[in-house]
Nanobody
Framework: QVQLVESGGGLVQAGGSLRVSCVASGRTFGIDALGWFRQAPGKEREFVAG????????YVTDSVKGRFTISRDNAKNTVYLQMNSLKPEDTAVYYC????????????????WGQGTQVTVSS
């Protein structure tokens, strides 16, 4: 089992920045990649970004490319999502997830989920 705990969400104005964090615990040696998904009200959960747990591979979906950056600190078992130039359409609950690869965009590929952290961008 892997436990994932997100933090860092909040309310920010459009154009602002926010960084959300995800701390992994438990059987972390079994993790191949960690990613971020998000779910806006009334919409399906969608993939945002992923990062390999031991290598240097990162992947960011086109809709946030150039604005969002994913990184990790293995010493802290933590993955970060730095979000810049935020837009109201980025408003969603952001979920951390264990993935088989950094580019695995299907929710069906996720083996563990965090509880989510709310990000709200006001216009």
């Amino acid at each position: 089992q892997v436990q994932l705990v997100e933090s860092g969400g909040g309310l920010v104005q459009a154009g602002g920045s926010l960084r959300v964090s995800c701390v992994a615990s438990g059987r972390t040696f079994g993790i191949d990649a960690l990613g971020w998904f998000r779910q806006a009200p009334g919409k399906e959960r969608e993939f945002v970004a992923g990062i390999s747990w031991r290598g240097r591979t990162t992947y960011v979906t086109d809709s946030v490319k150039g604005r969002f950056t994913i990184s990790r600190d293995n010493a802290k078992n933590t993955v970060y999502l730095q979000m810049n130039s935020l837009k109201p359409e980025d408003t969603a609950v952001y979920y951390c997830a264990v993935q088989p690869q950094p580019w695995a965009s299907s929710v069906r590929s996720v083996t563990f989920w965090g509880q989510g952290t709310q990000v709200t961008v006001s216009s």
